[in-house]
């Protein structure tokens, strides 16, 4: 899988130029399952403060005005968990007689975007007003603020470009009553051809499977019930089966 920093040999060079035979999109987080995990996540470090407070402080009871100020604040803190810090995704998939490349964006509003630029901006005002008043000592602890503010003002999406080659090696794992497809080659780098790929139903994925089989005869399609059954697959135990030889 490649990212942006990586150079491009003429492979994959040829993998962005050759003619696109398929596209789709997903929006998401991965499987079906995935989501349950990130939402557990997000209230696992929203409310664990708030529960540890709740225990600690005898005060902090649930008639009182301070219990239900500090639960709409963590709750809020759930909600940016989930929709900032583990935000869905948007993936775009091109299908091509070479492989698969496609790009990846966060789903994030873009409201998000012009709330933290507008912060940033916030941000320098204040650091500005403090020097004027405090002199320059007041840098001592606004300078790192200062420089933080400033990069954030320019906060915006990226895009995410990666690929995954595709051979007469490859094995194609299929999880089944999941909208995934996993590939993996054999005696071939990892990195370039191995990956997941996801599609929004499973009509999608049968569609994208019967495209596949007709571009790459020789792949190896796997079907499997668990996405951990993969690994029992040769393909995962060559290294093992060299050094026994």
């Known amino acids: 899988m490649m990212s ?27 499987g079906k399952f995935d989501h349950l995990g990130i939402w557990g996540l997000s209230i696992f470090a929203g ?16 008639d009182s005005i301070a219990f239900w100020g500090l639960f709409s604040f963590m709750t809020m803190m759930v909600l940016v968990s989930r929709y900032l810090f583990f935000p869905d995704k948007h993936r775009c998939y091109h299908l091509t007689p070479l492989g698969i490349h496609y790009t990846e964006k966060d789903m994030i509003p873009d409201v998000a975007y012009q709330v933290v630029r507008g912060l940033a901006w916030v941000g320098i005002v204040v650091c500005i007003i403090a020097a004027f008043i405090l002199g320059p000592l007041a ?10 503010s400033f990069g954030m ?22 999880l089944e009553n999941d909208c995934v497809l996993s590939f ?10 191995g990956g997941n790929v996801f599609t929004t139903t499973l009509d999608q ?7 596949l089989r007709s571009l790459f005869p020789s792949v190896e399609l796997v079907k499997i019930q668990r996405f951990k059954d993969k690994y029992k ?12 030889e």
């Open 47 to 62: 409310l664990t403060p708030f529960c540890f407070l709740w225990f600690v402080i005898d005060e902090l009871t649930i």
């Open 233 to 244: 697959h040769p393909v995962y135990h060559q290294e093992e089966e060299k050094a026994t």
């Open 205 to 211: 994925k049968k569609e994208l499977l019967s495209i």
């Open 139 to 148: 840098f001592v602890g606004a300078g790192g603020f200062a420089l933080m």
């Open 4 to 30: 942006n920093s990586e150079t491009i040999d003429p492979i994959e060079k040829r993998l962005y130029e050759v003619e696109v035979r398929h596209y789709w999109e997903h929006k998401g987080w991965g």
């Open 184 to 193: 993996e080659a054999l005696e071939q780098d990892v990195h370039a051809y």
């Open 153 to 174: 003002t320019n906060f915006r999406p990226s895009i995410n470009r990666s690929y995954i080659l595709i051979s007469e090696r490859t094995v194609v794992f299929d």
